[in-house]
């Protein structure tokens, strides 16, 4: 994949001096984050240096810290913003000063916070885009997990995930909704768009914890979801070539 990978990183030298807005889809931290996690790469060009990406990616969070307000409403909740600052922190996390991962933290806890408080016994609407696109308090928990800042607030905002994931609740719901043929919740171009949340979500869980609930179903459901997605796929891009033909 050295192809695209070079035309990732071109893309990312192009727009490296852009700063978005949480209503334009976020920002680009983890783009950064990953190039110099990542490291060079024999036989890839960059356009700037590793240290020029790291520190990009930690000024574009602490921008977002600085800029994103009003996370006690709901509809800061279905954008990528909190989830990109959440895993740049983790991948840049030995580079950034003390104070500045207090305010990432910080922020980070606190829109977690808000977003549990938020919702009611029932995760609001079950089977729908609230879900695909919404803010995972559990995943920004991960981030700063045992980093010895709000580490209280660490573990509420990771118990979420058995509260709102398990349960009957998000994964069991989109497993049960797989449980034939493949499929979840949406249709059409979502179908295919946001379960890559749900993807990312899980994984995130996977790589933290070791509990692969990819393989692995729970008293309520069958790990239907990723077993047919394969095939889910497949099915909506023939014949025509994409989901709404």
Do not use: C
Request: charged residues 20%; hydrophobic residues 40%; aromatic residues 16%.
């Amino acid at each position: 994949y050295k192809t695209e990978y070079q035309n990732f990183v071109n893309w990312v030298d192009v727009n490296f001096l852009v700063e978005d807005s949480p209503d334009k889809s976020g920002l680009m931290a983890d783009y950064h984050a990953l190039i110099y996690l990542l490291g060079p790469i024999n036989g890839i060009t960059y356009g700037h240096s590793m240290t020029d990406y790291r520190d990009r990616a930690i000024g574009n969070m602490l921008w977002a810290v600085a800029n994103w307000t009003g996370i006690g409403k709901a509809r800061d909740y279905r954008w990528d913003g909190f989830t990109i600052v959440a895993r740049a922190y983790d991948w840049v996390w030995s580079d950034i000063v003390p104070a500045d991962r207090t305010k990432i933290v910080n922020w980070l806890a606190d829109v977690g916070l808000n977003t549990l408080k938020s919702w009611s016994s029932d995760p609001p609407w079950l089977f729908s885009s609230d879900y695909f696109e919404g803010f995972y308090p559990w995943y920004s928990g991960l981030a700063f997990y045992g980093d010895g800042i709000r580490d209280a607030d660490a573990q509420s905002l990771v118990d979420g995930f058995n509260t709102w994931m398990l349960n009957g609740k998000w994964l069991d719901a989109q497993n049960w909704v797989a449980r034939n043929n493949g499929g979840d919740s949406e249709y059409g171009n979502y179908m295919l768009g946001h379960p890559i949340r749900h993807i990312i979500n899980i994984d995130a869980w996977r790589t933290a914890t070791g509990e692969n609930y990819f393989a692995q179903g729970t008293s309520v459901a069958s790990p239907d979801f990723m077993r047919n997605h394969p095939k889910l796929v497949l099915y909506t891009i023939k014949p025509f070539g994409k989901a709404n033909s």
